[in-house]
């Protein structure tokens, strides 16, 4: 992915992005989970999860608040170790020590806060903890410049054009952080892109983009892990459903098996909905306001 053909030296834990060559054909499985399960002592927080992440392919994880999520996502990017079943990478049953060891699998979890730093510029928090170097013992320094030319080869590889990678990142929108930080992940080697509710605080334009960048990722070859509680966004960019409620899956569904009005219905809870709709009614009278609103929204 360097923009030369000779390559610059690398400061302390860097890495260069693997070629398209590296990744498995599309439909691949990359990373597996059977029968999953996490518990701190006797809490159990997640119980028999089961899905694939596939080569050039979306997996939505979808729940609302306290479903199980945060918990998912840290057992597939290193940050926790599962309790039962198995954690399978390229056919081979592993227990991950640290997202260290994640990322050097080639698995990158892009976290909702993104961890940038918002007075610095886009190149160099591109580069952050990666930086490229030049020269020699006490004459090396940054490779200023090979850094802003890979930066915006990269974010235009993506789709994003950028005035000027000198610009500080916190001056971008929110869903150009997002964009950004998922090409970082592509160039840096990820394989698995793992994205944490990356439209919940954005606005339905600014959604838009950061899907758009999420089958981008896709269509180069990634298999992406989307995390959210939104069926609308994971719908158009989904090709597999897995839903979470309490530590549990609700089923694990290719797109074919699946509308956007049956995911939305599961994701609403159809029965939990019409059960406090005819509450509401005896309470409230069926000509109240709310009754009528929660009804509509009953499947």
């Known amino acids: ?23 498995p054909p599309v439909g691949t499985a990359i990373l597996e989970v059977r029968d999953i399960g996490k518990h701190y002592g006797n809490i159990i927080a997640l119980s028999e999860i089961t899905t694939s992440v596939r080569a050039g392919e979306v997996t939505c994880v979808l729940g609302d608040n306290g479903a199980g999520k ?18 399978i990478i390229d056919g081979v049953a592993t227990t991950l020590g640290s997202p260290r060891e994640a990322l050097e699998l080639g698995i990158a979890t892009v976290y909702q806060d993104l961890s940038v730093v918002p007075l610095m510029p886009v190149w160099r928090n ?11 013992g006490p004459f090396r320094k940054l490779d200023v410049e090979q850094m ?21 990142i916190g001056t971008l929108s929110g869903g150009e952080r997002q ?27 600014q959604s838009g983009v950061v899907l758009k960048y999420v089958a981008k990722a896709r269509d180069r070859g990634l298999g ?7 069926p609308h966004h994971a719908y158009p960019v989904g ?12 089923g694990d569904f290719p797109k074919q098996e699946m509308t956007l009005e049956e995911l939305t219905a599961m994701m609403a809870g159809g029965a939990e909905l019409e059960s406090l709709a005819h509450e509401l009614e005896k309470t409230m009278g069926p000509d109240s306001e709310i009754a009528k609103t929660i009804k509509a929204d009953s499947p």
């Open 148 to 168: 802003k030319l890979i930066t915006k080869s990269e974010l235009a590889a993506m789709g994003i054009d950028l005035r000027d990678v000198d610009q500080p």
């Open 126 to 136: 591109f580069f952050l903890g990666c930086e490229l170097t030049k020269g020699v």
């Open 70 to 87: 945060s918990t998912f996502i840290k057992i597939l990017a290193g940050a926790h170790q599962h309790s039962d079943g198995e954690l």
């Open 179 to 205: 964009c950004v930080a998922i090409a970082r992940a592509v160039y840096f080697g990820a394989r698995v892109l793992i994205l944490d509710e990356p439209t919940a605080a954005l606005g339905v334009k």
């Open 1 to 23: 992915m360097s923009v030369d053909s000779e390559q610059p030296e690398t400061g302390s834990g860097a890495s260069h992005g693997l070629s398209s060559a590296a990744l």
């Open 224 to 230: 992406v892990v989307f995390i959210t509680h939104n």
């Open 239 to 250: 090709d597999r459903f897995m839903l979470l409620r309490r530590g549990k899956s609700m």
